[in-house]
């Protein structure tokens, strides 16, 4: 299962580095799929665009841009929202929906802020889904116009597949990370719309070049637009804000 | 589906920060899970253990002893494993299995150092599982009596719900991805036997009490083992290198 987050057994390869030849396995061998999984997981992203259109239809009906924040845990998202709703606020109406396994830590520090804010545990979920959404700003109530933020649970692998109805999605990596990321998990760095390098701040202390990182980026997503910055200096974070100010809904 | 992940939407819970009263949904409702997504995720699991339970004994009939490192992206697990081979592989022998979604890239690192590895890349998989590591295991044919370390795909979620058949569960966490994961990704900590908490050497640049973090692990689960350590400086790599001494495989 889990092929909803993709994990599906198909196309697991398994490689000996240096060669090596390949032995009988020893009573430890591959098993066949359960039967019925790719039928269940194939209706479960069927459903979840039905209801990702749905979303974006009734975000478009209203002018409100969602953006999906999507990244590692610990990139530096909420700070990061912070930041950009004092930036923001007094110039348009922006809300957040906080999606984390569990506590309200993240939804307490944006309402400290004065935005509008609606926290989603996914107990043992490891994404957020367009019911989820769907539910979340049921209960936001966003304003007509408004910037709807999106920060989706920590988690490189999973929220890349389930579209939620977004006008955009905004992948989140920070240097810390290391340089290979969009290498490694080129799923999440493929779909999005644009990239924000955070914490360049701490680039003196850590084995990491900006310009490796970038050009990784670029060679899993051609063309991809991509944005350092630095939430702890603001570093950056105006050409981020200018880039939420020419945002348009997604067409419904 | 994805309940595989833990991602079963029973105990998804949505709230509005502030209080603020509940509005009828506006055609924006949550909606009935799909029929027979239990069933799948239980069966899943059920198949899992199943394997696992199959690995621990193939382990211990040979006297490996295999270790599941876990963690977000970019925690430093890779770089940490080229650090305690080079301490280790001269008294014990020591093999590695990567995870990855894609890539080979740590499993180069690791082939750099002398030892043996396989990598496995999941495609759009985000955990490794008992089945996985039994295929790996066939293909790198570790020596008996020798330490094998998994490394598992980065993601703070998923991974914590399959069983391989290991010793033991390592979680990994670095000082840069912030204080509170421990409160925000409980299923993770809470199935560790040990927490590494790395880049101890950031420290200084980041706004995070390593004392807090400790206490995070703590509180999450009573008791748990947790050693600060430092790949970069070496700091604390002592620790868990006498932790391995004396690590000892699984009752099979």
Not at 172 to 192: I, N
Not at 213 to 221: G, K, N, P
Request: aromatic share 4%; proline share 6%; net charge negative.
């Amino acid at each position: 299962m889990c092929g909803t987050c993709g994990c599906g057994e198909a196309d697991v390869r398994v490689e000996v580095l240096g060669g090596g030849r390949r032995q009988p396995h020893d009573h430890l061998h591959a098993h066949d799929p359960l039967p019925g999984v790719v039928e269940i997981e194939t209706a479960l992203l069927a459903k979840n665009d039905h209801l990702a259109a749905h979303n974006r239809s009734w975000l478009a009906e209203r002018g409100i841009v969602a953006l999906n924040l999507m990244s590692s845990p610990g990139s530096g998202k909420t700070s990061l929202l912070r930041r950009t709703i004092t930036e923001l606020a007094p110039v348009r109406p922006v809300a957040v929906i906080e999606g984390d396994q569990e506590t309200r830590i993240d939804a307490e520090k944006i309402r400290a802020t004065g935005a509008p804010v609606v926290q989603i545990n996914t107990g043992a979920g490891c994404h957020l889904d367009a019911d989820m959404l769907a539910r979340g700003l049921a209960e936001l109530r966003p304003t007509d116009g408004s910037l709807v933020f999106i920060e989706n649970v920590g988690n490189l692998v999973c929220p890349a597949l389930f579209d939620l109805g977004e006008a955009a999605k905004v992948v989140v990596v920070s240097v810390t990370e290391g340089e290979d990321k969009p290498l490694k998990y080129p799923q999440m760095f493929s779909v999005a719309d644009l990239v924000l390098i955070n914490k360049i701040d701490l680039l003196p202390y850590v084995d990491v070049g900006l310009e490796h990182l970038v050009a990784h980026c670029r060679s899993v997503y051609p063309g991809v637009g991509v944005l350092p910055l630095s939430v702890t200096t603001g570093e950056g974070v105006g050409a981020w804000c200018d880039w939420l100010r020419v945002s348009e809904p997604a067409t419904g």
